[in-house]
């Protein structure tokens, strides 16, 4: 992403965080207001696949470090998080 970014442009990475409590995910399959059925595979699809393979926010900052970007800022929300790299500009 840093080779093909302009100077001075912005990458924003949303995803889940494997922090993320179970009260959390199922307050968010909530809001979605699915039917039952529904409602249980997502929450289920959430617990037991995707957050194995989420970042936690420190694990994310660790990756960006090893990286031309170095430094990230990371937004939290309650299931996930926002992370914002910036190329310098020239």
């Given at each position: 992403m840093h080779?093909?970014?302009a100077p001075g442009g912005v990458v924003l990475?949303?995803?889940l965080?494997?922090?993320a409590?179970?009260?959390a995910i199922d307050a968010e399959v909530d809001r979605m207001e699915l039917k039952a059925a529904n409602k249980f595979m997502v929450g289920w699809t959430f617990r037991h696949m995707l957050l194995k393979s989420a970042y936690t926010p420190a694990e994310m900052e660790n990756?960006?470090?090893q990286t031309p970007f170095h430094t990230c800022?990371?937004?939290l929300n309650p299931i996930g998080f926002q992370v914002?790299?910036?190329k310098p500009a020239l």
């Open positions: 080779r093909v970014l990475i949303l995803d965080r494997r922090d409590s179970r009260e990756m960006v470090s800022k990371i937004d914002r790299l910036e």
